[in-house]
């Protein structure tokens, strides 16, 4: 079992930029693909980014692509997603999300991820 916690949302103008953390537990970080998943208000959760177990590849949505980023460091059990450029559509519950295993594929798709975190709130304001 993998456990995952999100902090770092908060409120923000539009405009300005926030970083979100996620820190895990309970099995080899470095096994795990890790992502961030979103969910605005009365919309469906959806894929924001997505970064491979070893760190060296990186995808992203493309509403996103170019104003946020994803790391991880695999020594701190811990993913990044630093968020510049926010617009008010970028206000939602993101959530931490993991899969086992070494996998190899970029995956988009919420319904293939093992693991979610409770998420934490970004608020952008106009």
């Known amino acids: 079992q993998v456990q995952l916690v999100e902090s770092g949302g908060g409120l923000v103008q539009a405009g300005g930029s926030l970083r979100l953390s996620c820190i895990t537990s309970g099995r080899t970080f470095s096994s795990l693909g890790m992502g961030w998943f979103r969910q605005a208000p009365g919309k469906e959760r959806e894929f924001v980014a997505g970064?491979?177990?070893?760190?060296?590849?990186?995808y992203y949505a493309d509403s996103v692509k170019g104003r946020f980023a994803i790391s991880r460091d695999n020594a701190k059990n811990t993913v990044l997603l630093q968020m510049d450029s926010l617009k008010p559509e970028d206000t939602a519950l993101y959530y931490c999300v993991a899969r086992n295993g070494y996998p190899t594929n970029d995956e988009r798709s919420a319904d293939r991820m093992d693991y979610w975190g409770k998420g934490t709130l970004v608020t952008v304001s106009s």
């Open positions: 970064i491979s177990w070893s760190g060296g590849r990186t």
